[in-house]
């Protein structure tokens, strides 16, 4: 079911045009991801959801009614703002139960909600401090307690952990998807950090200058990104970026002679590898795409590996244990599926069908996997 849709939502100050024709919906107890570069759009859209601001053309429906004019309580929403604007005078308990407060709940009934937000969140023992006696992360869960006991529809966040250190936020994303599977609250949060995106979302909206670049869930955009933007912003490690050209027997990486089986014309497009798909075979014998290995990042558990093709480079992602030297001679393969391909001008995905019409090595028995061969 269909909890929150965004018909055509266009949102403008003045010349400034901060949300244009954003549609999405989002499934009842889906948690949905607003991800995107700082000024995209990511808060107005969650700010018109929230009925902060009036969208200047366009429809929002929640819960299958058109909300137009609705305060947020009216709305059924509640929102987790980034700066967590705690009331610095009032204890943790009266904190999360300000806005039932102010509209009148009673005693018994607000005891009881209280209660359970405080043990859903580990809050218990701390309900008669005052915000300036806790650390960050709990005050983090003060702010989501103040949302979560109002039992709204919809629960909004715009960046509620970016004031956290690495292992706090780590921690505390965990702690909210876990909550929001386990009470089956609809969420949709906001964010610029792709790993937040990746790790909790049910679906992530990636929006780029006012307007919806990609809707789908993490895998779909992590393993067919629908642009070059798409593919730059999710991902761990960088992606590698190669122009392309027409060889003899198709596309090649421009500036090499090694043919590519990828049945494009290659002039005009990119190529893009993430680490983790290129596979290096160290030794001379090497009958992959030939490259030198120009520096070595170690990480631990793997290692990032910067291979010169010609006066390019491409990175790869080895195990720990198996990390080549830097000016060793190594090869290059992956498989035909991890190429992405885009258009240059447009940055649009090129779709690859695989494997036709281009030649492939009879003897190679490594053909089935690798794309390229030198
Ligand atoms: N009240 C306003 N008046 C005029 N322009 C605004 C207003 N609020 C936002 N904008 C502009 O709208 C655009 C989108 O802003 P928004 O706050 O939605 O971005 P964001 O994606 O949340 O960015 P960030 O990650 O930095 O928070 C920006 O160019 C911003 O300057
Ligand atoms: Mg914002």
């Known amino acids: 079911m269909k909890n929150v849709v965004v018909r055509s939502v266009t949102k403008t100050w003045g010349e400034t045009s901060a949300v244009a024709d954003v549609s999405f919906e989002v499934e009842q107890g889906h948690l949905v991801v607003l991800l995107g570069p700082s000024g995209c759009g990511k808060s107005t859209t969650l700010r018109m959801i929230a009925g902060l601001e009036e969208p200047t053309a366009g429809a929002i429906e929640i819960g299958g009614k058109d909300v137009r004019g609705l305060t947020g309580a009216a709305r059924g929403v509640a929102m987790v703002f980034q700066s967590y604007a705690l009331f610095p ?28 937000v405080a043990s859903l969140l580990g809050l218990g023992a701390l309900l008669v401090r005052k915000p300036s006696q806790l650390s ?12 979560l006991i109002a039992e709204a529809l919809v629960c909004l966040l715009d960046e509620p952990l970016s004031n956290l250190d690495a292992q706090l936020r780590q921690d505390l994303r965990r702690e909210i998807r876990a909550l929001q599977q386990r009470l089956g609250i609809t969420m949709i949060y906001v964010t610029h950090d792709q790993t937040e995106a ?94 030198r290995v120009t520096a070595v990042e170690y990480l631990g558990a793997d290692a990032l590996v910067t291979c010169a093709v010609g006066d ?21 393969t992956w498989n035909p599926t991890a190429a992405h391909v885009f258009d240059k001008t447009s940055g649009e995905r090129v779709s690859v069908a695989s494997g036709g019409g281009m030649p492939q090595p009879a003897s190679d028995s490594e053909t089935q996997k690798g794309s390229l061969y030198a």
């Open 198 to 291: 990746m790790s909790m979302a049910d679906r992530i909206i990636l929006m780029r200058g006012g307007r919806i670049e990609q809707n789908g869930p993490p895998a779909a955009l992590y393993e067919r990104p629908a642009s070059l933007f798409v593919a730059r912003f999710v991902g761990g490690a960088p992606m590698s970026f190669l122009d392309l050209d027409d060889g003899p027997q198709g596309a090649v990486i421009a500036g090499t002679s090694a043919p590519l089986m990828l049945p494009v014309t290659g002039r005009g497009c990119v190529l893009g590898l993430r680490p983790e798909d290129v596979a290096v075979d160290i030794g001379e014998n090497a009958t992959r795409l030939h490259a």
């Open 312 to 332: 390019r480079s491409i990175m790869a992602r080895t195990p720990g244990g198996a990390v080549p030297q830097v000016g060793a001679s190594v090869g290059l």
């Open 89 to 116: 005078h009032l204890t943790v308990a009266d904190n999360i139960t300000f806005g039932l407060s102010v509209r009148g709940t009673p005693k018994a009934e607000m005891a009881r909600r209280l209660d359970k």
């Open 136 to 147: 960050g992360g709990q005050q983090q869960r003060v702010a989501l307690g103040r949302a």
